[in-house]
């Protein structure tokens, strides 16, 4: 297809299917570029999902909500949610930002290759007295070469973008063991198993009173 479409245009100007192709590669690599930056930062935006994750929980923990009310947390927890939330808000604008900038590319890509197809064309009709027909069968040409083009490469781009995922689910995979399974000691073999709690108390750091106290 490619041979056919470039033999074709090639009758206009030999650089017309050369332009088509550049500006097709160029989007590509600035498409490539923007996924690669999204995956380099993807535990910066994990972070902060995370974070704020973890204040809810434990907001909505009721084990802790009399420590809550009694050190009057509930601000503190607010303030460290909300920073959460602002570093979340100023990544994502970021990331819309390279967004944004992605499309922008793109129409300006498509406006050049179109402005040079009619620039060439209108030249060829007014000067050299192009019909009608050929005008608009060499346009189409045009238009489905950069189709198939920007087709292939959204392909291709798309495909970098499944095997970024597929590389953070083998980060995860291939993470190291934390546990020593082979140089640990095995389980002794009895038939029954007891845990028991026998005189236990327990109070705050730098306080006095015991708030469990010979617990059994």
Same mark, same amino acid.
């Given at each position: ?69 009694? *050190?009057? %947390? ?8 909300? +920073?959460?939330? !602002?570093? &979340?808000?100023a990544f994502l604008h970021r990331k819309e ?37 050929? *005008?608009? %069968? ?8 950069? +189709?198939?083009? !920007?087709? &292939? ?60 106290? !010979?617990?059994?």
């Amino acid at each position: 297809s490619i041979i056919i479409y470039c033999g074709f245009l090639v009758q206009l100007e030999w650089w017309i299917p050369v332009i088509i192709i550049a500006a097709a590669v160029a989007g590509f690599y600035f498409n490539r570029y923007l996924n690669k930056w999204d995956y380099q930062h993807r535990e910066e935006q994990a972070a902060c999902y995370t974070r704020m994750n973890y204040i809810v929980r434990k907001s909505e923990d009721f084990a802790i909500a009399k420590d809550i009310r009694i *050190f009057g %947390l509930q601000n503190w927890l607010q303030d460290i949610y909300d +920073d959460s939330r !602002n570093l &979340l808000k100023a990544f994502l604008h970021r990331k819309e930002r390279n967004d944004i900038w992605s499309y922008v590319f793109q129409i300006a890509c498509d406006f050049v290759r179109n402005g040079i197809a009619y620039v060439v064309l209108i030249r060829m009709c007014v000067e050299e007295g192009m019909p009608a027909a050929d *005008f608009l %069968l060499y346009f189409s040409a045009i238009s489905g070469f950069s +189709d198939w083009i !920007n087709g &292939l490469l959204m392909h291709f781009s798309n495909y970098h973008y499944q095997s970024q995922q597929i590389s953070s689910i083998q980060e995860y995979l291939n993470k190291d063991e934390q546990f020593q399974f082979e140089f640990g000691k095995p389980v002794p073999e009895v038939g029954k198993w007891e845990l028991s709690l026998e005189n236990v108390s327990f109070r705050y750091p730098g306080s006095e009173t015991d708030i469990i106290k !010979n617990f059994n």
